[in-house]
């Protein structure tokens, strides 16, 4: 009945079973009569002195019936300095309630198995010299082929010499549970300041540099703390198999080549698992769950290397939350470095990841030390889900970050589905003069930002999710690629890199199949505000350069206001973006930008079959104040603009930029401009190539086809004295009125800028000389020579909105 009772409250919770424990003050350590020496246990006021069990070489073995310690209460193995490993076993079908103390003496490491479940209160402590495994494993093997067993019988000569290298588990082995207070951190004082840990909580603790270990079917810490200082902590649950033990300088390293199913395991009500030092954590199940403001962190203090943080579920990996009673505590999985020993990494090898409601996971570095590395690997998907309820700026996140001059870890994450919403986010982060570490996104089939949630009562209308490299003081932001079969950028969602001071922001890479834009693609250097500037010492006006902007996309399309941009609100230039694709559509106010305050504008460079811009589309290279307007260079086969769209290379003070466009063919609304002009400066260029003999299929036939008329002027409104041009290179003679017929079989050429021809070779080109249209073509026709050539129809004029004679807009030059 007792039994029963046991196993009931390990699926319903903990009230239950602390009701029964209350009522077991009389449990006991009761030895049993398997072993050649048996165990015997001396009460001594609050202490029970095991002494006795039966020694072989190094070894010391103990066997129970019952093993519990009550609270205020204290086991001691009572053993020879010379041993170095002390085995105890269960035999009866008791659980062992261990809320006391555990003391051995020398430096013996201490195994303690019991099939039928162990749990350890908040009031569980450890004083061995050794490290510490417990397990409700039914077996522990050795080297020899002996076989230490929870049920008594041996099939072997009893006992052995030899050293552990196993614990095997069966399909009914029960489960691991540490209770405790949730007080292992303290909450920091300031967001720039380290996890502080509370030297002083009770948990189960192990000698620095020791191993801690638990091995269960399945392992919850319900406000447990387990601590090994420059030590290692093993967590795994197991289904059935056997885990194998494997010797390592800070006592065991747990493997699992032979387990065929995995358990799970759970940290709740702020649990924590701390290997601070240069320690390392490894953690292994089916379902892994960090709920509750739990932590798992590794904080390297010392000039030493730190270890890793390795967390393997076969199932799932999911943090969630913040301490719900206060609102201080985020679910995180950490490694920082304190010191000029570099943080620990973190590995995490699932089938499915979930970080939500404010949970983080991130490497820091707060010196000179190096951050550690973020390495994801997530089979199936990963999902980045919104922002704490206590604080809309807590968001669920993957963040490398250095707040002084070390250098940020990398961020590398593999999966095939990966999605962000309403503030999910992975960043890496520079607060210093530290570099920041390179984030790479390798998805295979979409990646999604999306914002669903609105905001009330907040100022904020969403918590954008993003995925960024940013830098706030000194240090260069690292590089973001993402690559990927489909990357969709949702309205207010962006993938950029940044710098508000002296650093660089990070160039941008994208490869995708598909990328659909209604939010921001951008590499910026931009104004801190006020808080900005207090927070982390960003200056006033920043000079950093921003990063390139490099796509290779099947298919781009910009919609409702999307925007791919290079931006410089500082006092040096801007960026370059470059971007090839077979196709390419901008509609409803989306635009490619590349702009600067006070520098020189930034180079667009776009490769595409076919270009398409409507509904107050552009594509922009502009600079303010004294600055040049930048650099546009399209080819295309076929650029179409429409909807009062527009191409741009604009000055305030300084030159206008240079526009460059080979295509096939060029069709333009009347309301859609193609402009480089300069408000009080000089006008800049425009050139335009045709580069290849046909726009349309061969097998058009002869006769006349109308065409709705989309050809609008590309000639520039005068500002100031000079003008702009717009070019057409041609071997042939050009007509002596541009409403005669033209055709598009002209010279080749494929080079940006537009090669310059020597006199002999210069073909005859048209130049703008006065603000006008050109007269829109609205049929296409088959010439004599057989070449399709698209021209007006003479015989019914359809340009009424042609506000002066195209004729006058050109003149014939050498």
Sequence with gaps: MKQRAIQFWSIQGSVFFLSLASSSVTAQIIPDKTLPTNSIVTPQDNTRVIDGGTIKGSNLFHSFEQFSIPTGSTVLFNNAQNIQNIFSRVTGSS???????????????????????????????????????????????????????????????????????????????????????GEGLTAPSSIGSPTIRNND?????????????????????????????????????VGNGTVSLNPV????????????????????????????????????????KLTDGSAILIQNQSSHPSGSINVNATGSLELSGISSKDGRFTTILRTESLNSGSAGDINLFTKNLVVQGGSGIGSRTYSDGQGGNVTVNASDSIELLGFSSFNPFI?????????????????????????????????????????????????????????????????????????????????NAGSLTINTSRLIIGQQARVSSSTVGSGSAGSITINASNLDVSGRISSSVLMADEDTQQLFASPQSPSGNPGGIKINTENLSLMNGGIITVTNQGISNAGTILINAKSISLDNKSAIIATTANGEGGNIFVNT???????????????GSRGNGGNININADILTAWGNSSIAADAF?????????????????????????????????VKYNILAPNIYSTQLKAEVIPITPQITPVCQSPAGTEVSSFRVSSTRNLQSKPNNLMSNNVEQS???????????????????????????????????????????DQANPTWDNASLSASSCFSGSQ
């Excluded at 996104?441 to 490299?469: C, Q, R």
């Excluded at 940006?752 to 249209?773: D, E, R, Y």
């Excluded at 296409?780 to 021209?791: A, C, H, K, M």
Aim: no cysteine; proline share 2%.
């Design 249 to 288: 300088a800070q006592g065991f390293a747990l493997s699992y080549p032979n387990v065929q199913r995995f358990g799970n395991i759970s940290l709740s009500k702020k649990a924590l698992a701390d290997t601070s030092g240069v320690g390392s954590i490894q953690i292994q199940a089916n379902n892994i």
């Design 653 to 685: 003070e300084g030159r206008g930029g240079n526009i460059t466009i080979n295509a096939q063919g060029l069709f333009f609304s009347s309301d859609s401009l193609i402009t480089a002009s300069s408000k009080y400066g000089i006008n800049g260029t």
């Design 609 to 623: 079959r076919y270009l398409q811009l409507s509904n107050n589309s552009a594509v922009t290279a502009t600079a």
């Design 95 to 181: 659980v062992s309630n261990i809320d006391g103390l555990i003391k051995a003496k020398g430096t013996a490491n201490l195994f303690l198995i019991n099939p039928s479940g162990i749990i350890f209160g908040k009031n569980a402590r450890l004083d061995i010299g050794g490290s510490f495994l417990v397990s409700t494993a039914k077996v522990i093997k050795f080297a020899d082929g002996f076989e230490f067993r929870a049920n008594g019988s041996q099939t072997k000569p009893l006992l052995t010499i030899s050293v552990p290298t196993g614990l095997q588990l069966g399909s009914d082995s029960a489960a691991i549970q540490v209770l405790g207070t």
């Design 395 to 475: 968001t669920s996140s993957i963040i490398n970050s250095t707040l002084t001059n070390g250098k940020a870890g990398d961020i590398t994450v593999s999966t095939n589905r990966l999605v962000a919403t309403d503030g999910g986010v992975i960043i890496s982060l520079t607060l210093g003069t530290g570099a920041g570490g390179n984030v790479v996104l390798n998805v295979v089939n979409s990646v999604e930002l999306t914002n669903s949630i609105k905001l009330m009562n907040s100022g904020l209308d969403y918590v954008p999710s993003y995925f960024a490299t940013t830098d706030f003081h000194a240090g």
């Design 201 to 237: 909580v009770t948990g189960l603790r192990v000698q620095l540099g020791k191993t801690l270990a638990l091995v269960g079917g399945d392992v919850s810490l319900a406000g447990g703390s387990l601590i090994a200082d420059q030590g290692r902590i093993e967590l795994g649950s």
């Design 750 to 792: 494929n080079s940006v800028p537009v090669p310059v021809f020597n006199n002999s070779h210069n073909p005859k080109s048209l130049i703008s000389n006065q603000a006008t249209q050109i007269m829109e073509a609205n049929v296409l026709i088959r010439d004599s020579q057989g070449n399709l050539v698209l021209t007006t």
